[in-house]
């Protein structure tokens, strides 16, 4: 009895690499543009500096590769689990952003604010949208079919 073969697509392990690099530059791009366009901070609660937003991202991502790469064992994997990964970005950020603060000597209402803020606010639905879609494409780099590139001429046939 044979088991179920793997998509022609890239494997699980790239497919995660690739996908975590793409959310990483999605969400910090996104979040940039995002903030530029409505003129609003990041993270709202001042004299925290920048530590709670990196530790927050670093978070994001260490849950996405994780989500991730639970959902990519399924043969073939289903575009569903890009949910998880999505959810897990949005608790990792919010959850890395509280621990940060902490780290840095803050006060936990203000950590607890600038979490409750990024949670609450358009940075996590940022976050989560970022997630979905680096899933997604995820997903899509194991189920599709691959081959090596060649020309048209380069077939056996000739």
């Keep these: 009895m044979s088991s179920p073969s793997r998509p ?7 497919a995660v690499v690739l996908a975590t690099v793409s959310f990483a530059a999605l969400a910090i791009a996104a979040l940039g543009v995002t903030a530029l366009v409505l003129d609003a901070d990041v993270i709202p609660v ?14 994001a991502i260490g849950a996405f ?3 991730l790469a639970w959902g990519l064992r399924a ?3 289903t575009f ?7 959810i897990g970005a949005y608790l990792g ?5 509280f621990v940060g603060a902490l780290v840095t000597g803050a006060d936990p209402a203000r950590g607890a604010a600038a979490a409750g803020s990024v949670a609450l606010g358009w940075p996590g ?3 989560a949208a970022a997630a979905l879609l680096a899933g997604a494409f995820g997903v ?17 046939d000739d």
Excluded at 9 to 14: A, D, R
Excluded at 46 to 59: E, K, N, T, Y
Excluded at 93 to 97: L, P, R, T
Aim: with cysteine; aromatic share 6%; hydrophobic share 50%.
């Design 140 to 156: 899509l780099l194991v189920r599709t079919p691959t081959d090596r590139a060649h020309w048209s001429w380069e077939s056996e």
């Design 46 to 59: 001042r004299g925290l500096g920048a530590f709670p937003g990196v530790i927050g991202m670093l978070c």
């Design 125 to 127: 639905a940022v976050i």
């Design 93 to 97: 950020e919010v959850f890395g952003i």
């Design 80 to 86: 569903l689990a890009a949910v998880p990964c999505a």
């Design 65 to 67: 590769a994780g989500a």
């Design 75 to 77: 043969v073939p994997p």
């Design 8 to 14: 022609a697509g890239v494997t699980p392990p790239v």
